[in-house]
């Protein structure tokens, strides 16, 4: 059964920096494309990053741009969040996905924001950054 299973959360201070890493079983994820969401207690759903199955391309929110790198290691079935300069505004509970049958799918594009386009969700990994 395909599982995307999370990690890297903790407590932080804020300037600080986390990595998460999302490790895939069950199947290959290396035609999928990965992204990461997370979700702030009482707020929406916020989709923050994505990869390209290539690894060539990459969407990021603006909330996040300029301070957050995903990454993939396909041999590893891996997927990576490397957060610097973390803010306070940043917790939240962190969720990694896969996707492949999304409208404009290729192995060079990232999923746009706005669509509903994840196949398989991770359990979510709690992060959180004190003021």
């Known amino acids: 059964q395909a599982q995307l299973v999370e990690s890297g959360g903790g407590l932080v201070q804020a300037g600080g920096s986390l990595r998460l890493s999302c490790s895939a079983s069950g199947r290959t994820f290396s035609t999928y494309a990965m992204g990461w969401f997370r979700q702030a207690p009482g707020k929406e759903r916020e989709y923050v990053a994505a990869i390209s199955w290539s690894g060539g391309n990459a969407y990021y929110a603006d909330s996040v741009k300029g301070r957050f790198t995903i990454s993939r290691d396909n041999a590893k079935n891996t997927v990576y969040l490397e957060m610097n300069s973390l803010k306070p505004e940043d917790t939240a509970v962190y969720y990694c996905?896969?996707?492949?049958?999304?409208?404009?799918?290729?192995?060079?594009?990232?999923?746009?924001?706005?669509?509903?386009?994840?196949?398989?969700w991770g359990q979510g990994t709690q992060v959180t950054v004190s003021s």
């Open positions: 996905a896969a996707g492949s049958g999304y409208l404009g799918y290729s192995y060079n594009s990232v999923p746009p924001p706005g669509l509903d386009w994840a196949d398989y």
